[in-house]
């Protein structure tokens, strides 16, 4: 049975919230420490527990599978990642099974069951993967085509974008977990109207709304992946907050393009959704025009309806408020095309390398997907409801990026990213 067909039938014996992110119809994969201590394991949320695939491996409730998942009791998801799609469906499959309401395997064995779940609330929650590469695209033709007006391009978007997905290699070693603080960077910056660098914080520091997909199987060097094969080489996807200096980035990024204003934090979410979670929600992205070159062209709806929205609290606010929703279909660029424009010069990716969207911004003035936008470059600072007003981020402040796929009676959602920014 397909997981299409599944997310209108299949219970579990865990009890879940309608709107919780983690249903079973979801189970995304993370890594994690029990609160009793103890090495870093593979878990899976459901509901407000975390399942562990270590425990359950120990069980030997993997034993028999026609494609047997790696160790579970490892740091990082990358051997699970580099499994392949035969073994993620395998693992999936078992997983939801055991979970069903109608297994008592799992259910019934009360003993395993205090061994293998542990409080969501009480867990410590890793990076999910060793994170060897991270790629961030611009493929949003909406948050381009702002940040063309902006800066005051006639015509908005550069004469190439519409033809390839324009991007940057990042910088891996700063992918950060959710949580972890934001340390304002420091750098070169000209005040605006003079040509004259001063030395100090960045007094422009903004978030960036964006998703990431983690590479499965990679490809190796020298062979291109077909467009027709990328979605195989996508193990699962997680909220980007892709932070940026954009008065140093303005100082620095001709001619070459973003460096030290983007280098010194990226934060993602600990929950890797699986693509097969979201096969239901697949729908047509942007009609692209002109028809993109051959290597690019993809007969299936290659977008996601996943609603995204941030959440900005000061340290004056006693709840965050939410400054702007948009949505992942918004994306001119697929992730597949994405995958296969990477790997077109030969280019290898490996197991846990991070492809992530670039600012994900609608058309609609609250569904900007930064505050460069939201706030116009400063011209147009927004309003909170503590009074005070916001052109970029002030230290104390704390950003929390959300999102999930609205299902009948069920949500498929990625949990949060979240950081705060200090001195």
Known sequence: MSDSCLTMTIQSFINVSPDSHFPIQNLPYGIFSPPTGGAPRVGVAIGDWVLDLARLQAAGLFAGMMVEPPDFATSSLNAFMDGGTAVWQATRQTVQTLLRRDNPTLRDDAQLRRQAFWPLADVTLHLPAQIGDYTDFYSSIEHASNVGRIFGRDVPLLENWRHLPVGYHGRASSVVNSGAPIHRPSGQWAPRGTAV?????TQELDFELEMG?????????GQPVPIAQAEAHIFGLALVNDWSARDIQRWEYRPLGPFLAKNFATSISPWVVPLAALAPFRVPGPAQEPSPLPYLQ???PGAFDIYL???LQTAVMHEPVTISHSNFRHLYWSMAQQLAHHTITGCNLRPGDLLASGTISGSTSDSCGSLLELAWN???PIVLPSGETRAFLQDGDRLTLTGWCQGDGYRVGFGAVTGVVVA
Do not use: K, M, T, Y
């Open 197 to 201: 660098p001063h030395f100090g914080p």
């Open 213 to 221: 997909f983690f590479i499965g199987p990679g490809n190796a060097l």
């Open 298 to 300: 993809a007969d299936w």
């Open 309 to 311: 929205e941030v959440q």
């Open 378 to 380: 400063g011209s147009r």
